[in-house]
C-alpha cells in the first residue's frame, strides 16, 4: 500500500520577482495557500538565480525594477537551457504596450492592481492549478 506522501502529486513551482517586498510576500502566501511551492524575491539576479535552482515552471515578473528590469530578466530566463518550458507571466503597472516594446517572450500579462481571483485564473490557465483551493475573503 502507498503512503499517502507517496501518492501525492507534485505542487506546481512560481517564483515571484517584483521590487515591493509586501506585494512579494502577499502573492507567495497566496501561491502557497492554493497548492503551489511559490518563492519571492526583490531582485532580478537573485530571481533567476532562484528559478534555475528551484526548476520553476512560471515566473511572476514585474516589469519596473531597480537592478534588471523585466525584459532583461525575461531574457536572462529564456536563455536558462534548464527552464526551456517556464511560462512568464508579467505583472505590471506598466502598460502592456510599453513592455511588448522591450519584451515580447511572456506568456501573460497583467496590470497591477490584481484581484487573487485573476491571477489564480491566469496562473491556473498557464500552467493548471494548484493542489488547494484558497479560502478567499468575502
Same mark, same amino acid.
Request: avoid cysteine.
Given at each position: 500500500? &502507498? ?6 502529486? $507534485? @505542487? ?9 517586498? +509586501? ?10 495557500? %492554493?497548492? /503551489?511551492?511559490? !518563492? ?10 532562484? %528559478?534555475?535552482?528551484? *526548476? ?5 515578473? +514585474?516589469?519596473? &525594477? ?7 530578466? *525575461?531574457?536572462? &530566463? ?12 508579467? &505583472? ?7 513592455? @511588448?516594446? %522591450? !519584451?515580447?517572450? /511572456? +506568456?501573460? !500579462?497583467?496590470?497591477? $492592481?490584481? !484581484? ?7 496562473? +491556473?490557465?498557464?500552467? *493548471? ?10
Amino acid at each position: 500500500m &502507498l503512503s499517502a506522501s507517496a501518492t501525492a502529486l $507534485p @505542487r506546481p513551482t512560481i517564483v515571484v520577482i517584483d521590487d515591493i517586498p +509586501d506585494l512579494v510576500d502577499s502573492v507567495v502566501m497566496l501561491l502557497e495557500m %492554493s497548492g /503551489y511551492d511559490a !518563492f519571492g524575491e526583490t531582485a532580478g539576479a537573485s530571481g533567476v538565480r532562484k %528559478s534555475t535552482e528551484v *526548476g520553476a515552471e512560471l515566473v511572476v515578473l +514585474d516589469f519596473l &525594477l531597480p537592478e534588471m528590469n523585466g525584459a532583461e530578466i *525575461g531574457t536572462a &530566463l529564456r536563455a536558462e537551457p534548464s527552464l526551456a518550458a517556464l511560462k512568464i507571466l508579467m &505583472l505590471s503597472a506598466t502598460p502592456e504596450a510599453m513592455v @511588448r516594446h %522591450s !519584451f515580447t517572450a /511572456y +506568456d501573460g !500579462f497583467l496590470a497591477k $492592481p490584481v !484581484f487573487a481571483e485573476d491571477l489564480l485564473a491566469a496562473i +491556473d490557465k498557464l500552467i *493548471g492549478s494548484g493542489t488547494t483551493s484558497p479560502r478567499l475573503p468575502s
